[in-house]
């Protein structure tokens, strides 16, 4: 039986299958003929979105698009197909309603496979209209779909070149929808995929911005696993670093819940807090939680070297603004453990100890 096109290849305005694609500013793709009435027509926004367009709007043919719509076969996709088709053949598998699950987990493991090795393979394959198929997956109610299709996701991001294209597809909803997906690998990829596009600049801004995308990993957080757990406060570390977002972070209660799991031994923890020591919010948390003197100096004595570092980086940004944790600072040793630091073979171990020791020092006198 003949599978229907699918809806990706129909203009949104005329809702007939586009024979020449182009893609608006607004990043959405009209057939030419229909999104040319519309302009001619006098309208200066996007159909979609109702966002404003400039007053000679640029279209863009989108030839990956149509390429995917001359190749595409319209017969029953249920069948087995070749040993080695074609990205074009596997994407249309992706997003025909007609195919059954485990033909599309095939094609997530086969697109996953070839990409995860080959940058010329990824971007073919953004190229050839397979994010928003992929996407669609991520947005699957089942758990396997959605962990295979994270997962080709977080390979097409490996390359930078993606990653802001991969917001504009909307990328960020759908990993932040997975957050809170029901399978534990799930969530952890979706966190990790989180991290890759903040590898961009303009990224954090934007992830940090989407509604819930900051709560979700403070969630996670504080009821992950330790692999949640883990790459969540990666994730929070790559979204802290612009400065906007860690007033979100401190906002959504995360201090607290990182001093606890810092206190467990996840050193990860304690670079975030590094982070949010440098805005006043995230240190007036941090002075009132009992016990965050000594749980920093713990990581001191037994943390990995970034623990360390962050640690040392966590209590100066503390200390130099507050006395009263100098005094516990200095009750719980951590002048002497400086001391023994300024000889360590970590350079920045070094600089952030001898630093901590003049503050200390300082505020001593």
């Not at 694609?21 to 793709?29: C, N, R």
């Not at 040993?83 to 493991?109: A, E, G, R």
């Amino acid at each position: 039986m003949a599978a229907p096109y699918p809806d990706d290849f129909k203009c949104p305005i005329s809702l007939e299958i586009m024979s020449d694609p182009v893609i608006l500013s607004s990043g959405h793709t009209f057939d030419r003929s229909s999104i040319q009435r519309w302009l001619d027509a006098g309208h200066r926004t996007c159909p979609i979105t109702q966002l404003p367009l400039p007053q000679n709007p640029n279209l863009i043919p989108n030839h990956a698009l149509r390429s995917l719509i001359s190749n595409f076969n319209p017969v029953s996709l249920s069948k087995p197909f070749l040993p080695h088709p074609s990205p074009q053949t596997l994407i249309s598998i992706l997003i025909s309603p007609s195919s059954s699950l485990d033909s599309k987990l095939d094609c997530l493991n086969q697109l996953a496979r070839v990409s995860k090795r080959d940058s010329a393979m990824r971007r073919r394959l953004t190229e050839s209209g397979a994010v928003s198929a992929v996407l669609k997956c991520v947005g699957s109610d089942d758990p396997s779909l959605q962990e295979k299709a994270l997962s080709l996701l977080l390979n097409l991001s490996l390359d930078d070149d993606n990653k802001v294209g991969l917001v504009a597809e909307g990328a960020i909803g759908h990993t932040v929808a997975a957050l809170q997906a029901r399978s534990p690998d799930c969530r952890a990829v979706a966190a990790t995929m989180l991290t890759s596009l903040a590898v961009v600049e303009v990224n954090k801004a934007t992830i940090g911005a989407y509604p819930h995308a900051v709560r979700s990993l403070v969630c996670l957080l504080r009821n992950g696993n330790y692999r949640e757990q883990k790459e969540a406060a990666t994730a929070l570390y790559a979204i802290c670093s612009f400065p906007r977002n860690r007033l979100r972070a401190v906002e959504c209660g995360v201090v607290p819940i990182l001093l606890k799991i810092a206190n467990s031994g996840l050193d990860r923890a304690v670079e975030v807090l590094g982070l949010l020591a440098k805005c006043r919010e995230g240190r007036e948390e941090m002075q009132r939680f009992k016990g965050c003197v000594e749980i920093l100096g713990c990581v001191l004595r037994n943390g990995a070297p970034r623990g360390v570092q962050y640690s040392l980086l966590t209590l100066s940004s503390l200390c130099c603004h507050c006395e009263r944790l100098c005094v516990e600072a200095r009750r719980e040793g951590v002048l002497g453990i400086c001391m023994t630091l300024i000889d360590d073979n970590n350079e920045k171990i070094r600089a952030n100890a001898a630093n901590l020791i003049h503050i200390l020092r300082g505020n001593n006198t």
